[in-house]
């Protein structure tokens, strides 16, 4: 048996039980094929591909804390240290009901490929809570933040692992940790990325990762021959990445025309309206039924299983930028169906295996979160670089570095995917690029 299978069917025997983990190590393992098997003999003596799929440790821990009726809630709180080959961890705090141990290593693991295609020194980590914010007063998001973080700050730092935001931690959630944090342990340091601008925070993070996918998105284009302007795009979510992607695109002189959350999804043939959906989602945190009352162009739709919501529109674009495994193959046939040039992933791994080949097999050009959601975490870094020299830099200096630094992504995934005769699958080439960096640093640097 060749080298990968073997690793692959360890890696599924030891991790039975964790879906979307396995999921992300068959789709990175299945396409380094042409790397490993050029170094198949160095690889399997040094174990590189049991060490990768390794994390250098997974800490859990509980979490409790007192809801606004003096009731005690506990919690499971996680963080994944996976790689610190090229840097510190860095990765995300995902807080929301389906948070479990496969779901961080999963988003851990897909992070290690994607800080280094970023070109700056940051690792793999993730971590989260099963915590809902849902419904939850200041008071609670704050109780339950000051928990999390009197275990958590055990095992970051500004030099060791630097969490930020993911789904359900925005600049409140980061605001009440960092606070914790320094009553703890009295530093001052930016141990957390995605802070508020008056305390350490960089310009052009809140909008990185939807900005970023547009400059990657556009970049694609060009090199296609084609332009945003007046693309129909199709955005799913209506969070950090669906409102930042709408925006740019908007920008671009594309006209994105949907938006969803866990409940509904709205059809605004119009254009979505994104002061309305910022007005809904970042201030009040509402449900897009109040979007849609207050926007006579727009359609609401129930979300109901089996059906395509988003996917079902006609569109040049499709921007996925809610959660994993929200676009399967019967919607990746609907969006070819109707016509899809390229799609390309806002959130993480929001595309099925399946769906995924579809879409390449149909000549349509798809690029994976590793790559196309790289902005965020890349102004991440960026913040932690003006953490360090205690300066920060203008929204427009950071803006141009997050542009460079996706065109550079777009290039960089383009090239190793030609190098290893795989030209146009930039799944291949992201998972390539991303590995090598990680890998020469990994052999440097000894049994460890
Ligand atoms: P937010 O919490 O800001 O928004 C998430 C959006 O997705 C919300 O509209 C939410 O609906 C919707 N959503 C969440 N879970 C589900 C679900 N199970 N079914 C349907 N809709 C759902 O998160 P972000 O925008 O930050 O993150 C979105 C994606 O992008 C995630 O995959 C994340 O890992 C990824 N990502 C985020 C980065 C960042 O910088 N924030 C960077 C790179 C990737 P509702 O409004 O009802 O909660
Ligand atoms: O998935 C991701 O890259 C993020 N949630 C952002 C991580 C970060 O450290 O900014």
Not at 321 to 332: G, M, P
Request: charged share 25%.
């Amino acid at each position: 048996m060749g080298y990968v299978d073997e690793v692959l069917a360890k890696v599924k025997e030891k991790n039975a039980s964790e879906p979307e983990f396995l999921q992300a190590v068959e789709e990175v393992l299945e396409s380094l094929r042409p790397v490993i098997d050029a170094n198949e003999e160095l690889y399997r003596k040094e174990a590189i591909l049991e060490r990768i799929t390794e994390p250098d440790r997974q800490i859990m821990f509980r979490v409790p804390w007192v809801d606004d009726k003096g009731q005690v809630q506990v919690n499971r709180g996680f963080r994944v240290q996976f790689n610190n080959a090229i840097g510190p961890y860095k990765g995300g705090l995902r807080l929301h009901p389906s948070v479990n141990l496969g779901i961080i290593k999963f988003l851990g693991f897909e992070q290690i490929f994607k800080n280094s295609l970023t070109s700056l020194p940051i690792g793999g980590g993730k971590g989260g809570s099963d915590f809902d914010p849902k419904g939850k007063s200041d008071r609670e998001i704050m109780a339950f933040c000051q928990s999390f973080m009197t275990e958590l700050y055990k095992y970051i730092g500004a030099d060791t692992d630097v969490p930020a935001g993911d789904i359900g931690t925005g600049a409140r959630e980061i605001g009440y940790m960092f606070g914790q944090y320094k009553r703890i342990t009295n530093l001052y340091e930016g141990m957390l990325t995605g802070k508020g601008l008056t305390y350490g925070g960089s310009l052009a993070r809140t909008e990185a990762t939807g900005y970023g996918l547009l400059y990657l998105t556009q970049e694609l284009m060009k090199c296609h021959g084609q332009s945003m302007e007046g693309k129909t795009v199709c955005v799913s979510g209506a969070g950090n990445v669906a409102i930042y992607a709408i925006q740019k695109a908007q920008q671009m002189g594309a006209k994105p025309v949907t938006c969803s959350d866990s409940t509904g999804w709205i059809y605004d043939p119009e254009g979505i309206d994104v002061a309305l959906l910022k007005e809904v989602k970042e201030v009040k945190r509402a449900r897009l039924t109040e979007y849609a009352a207050a926007r006579p162009s727009a359609q609401y739709h129930e979300k109901k299983n089996g059906e395509h919501g988003v996917w079902s529109i006609k569109c040049d674009i499709a921007l996925p930028c809610a959660t994993q495994n929200e676009l399967n193959l019967e919607d990746a046939k609907m969006l070819v169906a109707n016509g899809v040039m390229t799609v390309c992933e806002g959130a993480n791994m929001p595309t099925t295996l399946d769906a995924t080949k579809y879409f390449q097999e149909n000549g349509v050009w798809f690029v994976g979160g590793k790559a196309a959601n790289a902005g965020g975490v890349a102004t991440s870094a960026l913040e932690m670089s003006q953490n360090s020299e205690r300066l920060s830099w203008t929204f427009e200096e950071v803006d141009a570095k997050l542009q460079n630094i996706m065109v550079n992504i777009y290039h960089n995934i383009d090239d190793a995917a030609k190098r290893y005769g795989k030209e146009g699958d930039y799944v291949a080439g992201a998972n390539i690029a991303g590995f090598e960096k990680v890998v020469n640093a990994m052999l440097a640097q000894g049994v460890c």
